[in-house]
């Protein structure tokens, strides 16, 4: 696996929605919201890697 850049384009009920932003055409996608940082907000930058995820400035 390797390590990407994502942005929290939405946040729904329990799970954020993530858009690659290191790759051309990526789909987003939801992650649980249990799985991220507490401080994850829409327009959050998170780096992630293999499940895991950290906010980025």
């Known amino acids: 696996m390797e390590m990407h850049d994502y942005i929290v384009t939405d ?3 329990d ?6 932003t290191d790759t051309e055409g990526a789909e987003p996608f939801q992650v ?3 799985l991220l940082p507490p401080e994850t907000d829409i ?5 992630g890697f293999m499940g895991m ?3 980025i400035e």
């Open 32 to 34: 649980a919201l249990a």
């Open 11 to 13: 946040i729904g009920g």
């Open 43 to 47: 327009g959050t930058k998170l780096r």
């Open 15 to 20: 799970y954020a929605y993530l858009q690659q």
């Open 53 to 55: 995820f950290e906010v």
